[in-house]
């Protein structure tokens, strides 16, 4: 038994069926940026409960750390809440800003390290959801053109 189109009540042919078994990317994607948002919403209130409420770890206030802390954490705290938000609203400007936060993260990380300490699992982590981010995006251009 052939399967039918929905829309015109004509058989499917065997290609467009095959294309239509496979795994929906945008539909991964989509969770993919929504479970990223998420996440990227705890650090952007993370910063600003130490922008806060002060720096649990030492429990020294915001205004008493250096200035690249400072600004840092301010830095972070916009920018993360700006990329979640775009990235649940799944916009095409979330992906960028997101970019420009995950990568700014890293290279915060080993250039002023004082100011936001990152070890060798944190930049691996980061550079996991870029990778994954990257590779996502180029299935669903890929899909896009068949």
């Known amino acids: 038994m052939s399967k039918v189109s929905k829309a015109k009540n004509q058989p499917i042919s ?3 069926a095959r294309k239509q078994a496979l795994v929906r990317w945008e539909l991964v994607q989509t969770w993919y940026l929504r479970t990223l948002a998420m996440g990227w919403l705890v650090l952007g209130l993370v910063a600003w409960s130490v ?3 002060g720096d649990a770890v030492t429990t020294r206030p915001f205004e008493s750390r250096a200035a690249t802390f400072q600004a840092v954490t301010i830095y972070f705290a916009v920018v993360d809440i700006l990329a979640a938000v775009g990235l649940w609203l799944l916009a095409p400007w979330g992906g960028v800003v997101w970019l420009i936060a995950a990568v700014s993260r890293l290279v915060i990380g080993f250039v002023f390290p004082a100011a ?5 699992a944190g930049a691996a982590g980061f550079a996991a959801c870029i ?3 990257m590779w996502l995006s180029w299935m669903v251009s890929r899909k896009a053109r068949l």
């Open 131 to 133: 990778a994954l981010f």
């Open 116 to 120: 936001h300490p990152m070890g060798l």
């Open 14 to 16: 065997p290609e467009a």
């Open 51 to 53: 922008i806060i409420a």
